[in-house]
Every structure is written in structure tokens, then in C-alpha cells.
């Protein structure tokens, strides 16, 4: 690991990488303390994995066609953003057809992503950086536009906290409040959806609804409030990223793999240490 840290003084592209990892972890802990508290970690697996279309889509169209303004990031967004608002419309008008909408956009998404990224020439190992990250490969242009996500989850997810809060806990007591709950659970979709695109390039599409969840759901056993809950979950997050970064350089180990090895470790430890303390605790009685 100090050959990591040693590292990172001499070359951009890990300054990129934790500059990355850190942006990705405020909305990570924001939004996966949001899907945690309300159950929705399978609405934020079909869109991370419908994402995979946009971006071979937005790919097969910049490099067969000369589309230049449209990188595989902005196909991302505006797929998330897609597969957000068809699952919360179908969640909120057709619920018993809600689990085989989220199957066949989980499904479909993949299947054209892998289409479109076959259909275009040249070295198609960008697969594999979308499937399971490319943290090391992060361009200024990427940091930008991420960062700029990020401030907009950041800003909206604590501007409505509130609204968010009812809509997660007690849907009945958010509608008795007078609050537009169909609003704000489409809200919090797009939400999870922009957050989903950020950690594409952290851990990629496969992973990364370990790193949405894992961290919020470790934080939820130190917290009795969702800010609180937040709060950890944000450090933990970059905690995780800058630990999995820094054990996979030197063996040269796919880093977001690593990552959620690193996460994956951390809330196993953790669950099993809590569910111990409580079976003591319950004996002592």
C-alpha cells in the first residue's frame, strides 16, 4: 500500500482515480441511504444494468457515425435517466407489472449494450471497463461531468431530504402531510439513476450496486438517523475506494473489483459482529 500512496505524487491518473473515488462516494452515501431505507436495491440494479445500452449505443454512434459530441458517459446518463422514468411510472400505474418491467429493462439493456459494442470496430475491450469499472482510466472530461452530478445528486438529494425522508419511511404519512409522494419516488429514481452513472467508471456495471448499498447498509448499523446514516456511509465509501485503489496497484488487480472486495469484507464482519452482540445481549436476559 505505501507503494501506492508513493505513487500517487508522480502520476496524474491516480490523482484522477481518487479524485473520482471520492466525488463518487458523497453520492453514494446521499442515494444508497435513500435506496437502503426504502428497499429499492433491485430498481437500482435494471437501471444500473440498462445502462450498458446507452453507453454501447452512445459508443457504436461516436465511432461508426462521427457523433463527437455524445461519449459513452452521456449515453449513460440519458439511458439512467430512461430506465428511471419507466420504472417509476410503471411502479406507480401498473404495481403488479412492476417486477417484470425491472426484469426486461435488466435484461435488454445488457443485451443491446453488448449488441451495439460488437457492431463497432476496433479493440472492444471497453466491454470489460464498463462491465467492471475503469477508475484508472478516468479523463479530466469525465471528472468534470461527474463532479457535476455529483453536485447536482448532492444538492437535490438534501434539498428535499424532508420529502425524501416521508416517501422512504411511511408513504401513507408523506400523503397525509399533503407531500406528492409519486413526485418525489420519481425524484429519488432519477437520483439513483445520475448516481448509478458516477460509479460506472469507479467500479462499472456489474459492480456497481454493491457499492450503492454496501456502505449504507455497514453505516445503518452505527446510525439512528438517516443523516447520520448519510454521513458514514459517504466516508465509508471513500474509505473503501482509496483502500482498493491502493491493495490492488501493486499486483496490478482490477481496482474495482477490489473495491467491493474491500466492501463486501467490511459488512460481512460488520453484520456478523452486530448479530453476535445481540444474540449476547439476548442470552444475558
Known amino acids: 500500500m505505501s507503494e501506492f500512496f508513493g505513487a500517487v505524487g508522480q502520476f496524474a491518473f491516480l490523482q484522477y482515480a481518487l479524485a473520482t473515488g471520492i466525488m463518487a462516494s458523497i453520492a453514494c452515501g446521499v442515494i444508497g441511504s435513500y435506496v437502503v431505507t426504502r428497499r429499492i436495491s433491485y430498481v437500482a440494479g435494471a437501471i444500473s444494468h440498462f445502462v450498458l445500452g446507452g453507453m454501447g449505443l452512445a459508443r457504436y454512434l ?109 408513504e401513507e404519512f408523506a400523503r397525509l402531510r399533503g407531500i406528492n409522494v409519486e413526485l418525489f419516488y420519481l425524484l429519488l429514481l432519477c437520483l439513483t439513476a445520475l448516481t448509478v ?52 496497484y501493486s499486483p496490478n488487480l482490477p481496482a474495482g473489483a477490489m473495491i467491493i472486495v474491500v466492501a463486501g469484507i467490511t459488512y460481512l464482519a460488520v453484520t456478523l459482529s452486530a448479530g453476535y452482540i445481540h444474540r449476547r445481549r439476548s442470552a444475558a436476559r
Not at 464498463?130 to 469525465?142: E, K, Q, R, T
Not at 446514516?229 to 490492488?248: E, H, K, Q, R, Y
Open 62 to 170: 461516436n465511432v461508426v457515425h462521427g457523433w463527437s459530441f455524445l461519449n459513452p458517459l452521456q449515453g449513460a446518463v440519458i439511458s439512467a435517466l430512461a430506465a428511471a422514468v419507466i420504472i417509476g411510472m410503471v411502479s406507480m400505474r401498473a404495481k403488479e407489472r412492476e417486477d417484470t418491467v425491472i426484469g426486461a429493462l435488466w435484461a435488454v439493456g445488457m443485451a443491446v449494450g453488448i449488441i451495439f459494442i460488437a457492431r463497432t470496430p476496433g479493440y472492444n475491450q471497453d466491454l470489460m471497463s464498463y462491465l467492471f469499472g475503469n477508475i484508472l482510466m478516468v479523463s479530466p472530461a469525465d471528472i468534470y461531468l461527474i463532479a457535476a452530478l455529483d453536485g447536482l445528486v448532492l444538492i437535490v438529494g438534501l434539498a428535499f431530504y424532508n420529502q425524501l425522508l416521508a416517501v422512504c419511511f411511511d
Open 197 to 248: 452513472v458516477i460509479l460506472v467508471n469507479v467500479v462499472g456495471i456489474i459492480l456497481v450496486i454493491a457499492l450503492i448499498t454496501l456502505p449504507a447498509a455497514v453505516a445503518g448499523h452505527f446510525t439512528n438517523t438517516l443523516w447520520k446514516m448519510m454521513i458514514v456511509a459517504a466516508g465509508l465509501s471513500a474509505l473503501f475506494t482509496v483502500v482498493g485503489l491502493a491493495v490492488s
